[in-house]
């Protein structure tokens, strides 16, 4: 894998500004490529290393005075410490980018939106669930009135609005925001995946309800389903696929699919390892 500046190179001095009185030139940062990059970081698990590359480059859109770069790597860097399980930097990263939403006057665009939908999703991870529906809201509202939003955009936002429904004990909202889901991701290459991470967030639905006797045999058809989503040969067996197959796993052993579990596992360790599966 060929090395890259940015992975040597300190970011510009901070004191080099703009004289006096000057409108600063505007050097975006190349946000297709910080995401390929990004690819590579999660597909190796290597964390630290994605944790490097998102601050040199939130640096540079800083000091290219990039706002939109800005706000694209404050929503990767939420994301990122949601995953490692750093509250404080996740919710550091939040107030930064609501703020750039503001700044740049973004409301009602799809890309503050997405922005709300990041931030919900972390709030939602730390227990925030009643400050996660409020921003799910808003992006439900941008969503579904702007013509053509993605597919994959809206599967997002309905399921991980349906899981903070469910921690609100609200299940009457979170049943059909989960059909909805199931049905976006439908439409999406590769959806499968996050069909498969819908089935499972349904069968801790279904428990949280009705417990664990009464709703087993709703449970495991849904586990059923997650798996056999899981399984298809026609998804690409790739980093993402092995980050959820690695997130998958501790559903299918809590619900005593240790067999599946173990598989989803070993999937993960492959393909991270270098492996083929």
């Known amino acids: ?19 006096y009185g000057k409108v600063p030139e505007v050097k975006s940062v190349p946000q297709h490529r910080i995401i390929e990059k990004m690819d ?19 640096q540079e859109a800083k000091l290219g005075h990039d706002k939109r770069g800005q706000l694209m790597i404050r929503n990767e860097l939420v994301g990122h410490y949601r995953k490692v399980g750093d ?12 703020a ?25 991870a730390f227990g925030e669930n009643e400050a996660a529906i409020g921003l799910f809201e808003k992006a439900k509202e941008i969503y579904e009135a702007a013509p053509g939003t ?3 955009l809206l599967g997002g936002l309905y399921n991980n609005m349906a899981l903070t429904y469910v921690a609100l004990n609200n299940f ?3 049943d059909p925001l989960y059909a909805k889901a199931l049905i976006q991701m439908g439409q999406v290459p590769n959806g ?6 819908t089935y499972l967030n349904m069968a801790n639905r279904v428990e949280n309800e009705m417990g664990l006797e009464e709703g087993e045999s709703e449970i495991n058809d849904l586990l059923d389903k997650a798996y056999e989503l899981l399984d298809d040969s026609t998804v690409d067996r790739n980093g993402y696929y092995a980050f959820v197959c690695e997130k998958c796993a501790p559903t299918f052993s809590y619900y005593g699919l240790f067999l599946a579990a173990e598989e989803l596992n070993r ?9 083929t599966i």
């Open 1 to 19: 894998m060929a090395i890259k500046p940015e992975d040597y190179k300190e970011p510009r001095c901070v004191l080099c500004e703009e004289p």
């Open 40 to 58: 590579e970081y999660m597909s190796r698990r290597d964390y630290s290393g994605a944790e490097r590359h998102l601050l040199y480059w939130l």
């Open 87 to 98: 509250k404080e930097k996740a919710f550091e990263n939040a107030e930064a980018a609501l």
């Open 100 to 124: 750039l939403v503001e700044e740049m006057d973004f409301h009602g665009t799809i890309s503050s939106g997405t922005t709300y939908i990041n931030i919900a999703t972390a709030y939602n």
């Open 150 to 152: 993605q597919p994959q």
């Open 172 to 174: 009457a909202a979170a």
């Open 192 to 197: 499968q995946l996050e069909q498969a991470i």
């Open 267 to 275: 999937r993960a360790e492959t393909i991270y390892g270098g492996g």
